[in-house]
Nanobody, 119 residues
Framework: QLQASGGGLVQAGGSLTLSCTAP????????MAWFRQPPGKEREFVAL???????SSYGGSVKGRFTISKDGASTVILQMNSLRSEDSAVYYC???????????????WGQGTLVTVSS
């Protein structure tokens, strides 16, 4: 069970750091990802990272503002800068093995953490 944390209320232009911790070591074959789901909308891809290489990829709306990274053997971080009101959503972390933006490909999910950006 992945455990996501770090959500909260922040003003537009501000920053927030989300963490996602796995119950044990994340294997090198894993791909860790962040998705988000705004109210009334579908879940959308935010970022992913291949654990073995650290290679990452981002959704178009967050590129240049968000950074996904590893922290130790079992935690993935999402650093969010220059936040906008449209970034408000429940953020989910997920673990899979495929390099993909499709939520259906990820087998394990965290419980979600709410990010609210006030304008």
């Amino acid at each position: 069970q992945l455990q996501a944390s770090g959500g909260g209320l922040v003003q537009a232009g501000g920053s927030l750091t989300l963490s996602c911790t796995a119950p044990g070591r994340i294997y090198s074959s894993a791909v860790m990802a962040w998705f988000r789901q705004p109210p009334g909308k579908e879940r959308e891809f935010v970022a992913l990272i291949r654990w073995s290489t650290g290679r990452s990829s981002y959704g178009g709306s967050v590129k240049g503002r968000f950074t996904i990274s590893k922290d130790g053997a079992s935690t993935v971080i999402l650093q969010m800068n220059s936040l906008r009101s449209e970034d408000s959503a429940v953020y989910y972390c997920a673990r899979g093995t495929q390099w993909t933006e499709l939520p259906s490909a990820y087998a394990s999910w965290g419980q979600g953490t709410l990010v609210t950006v006030s304008s």
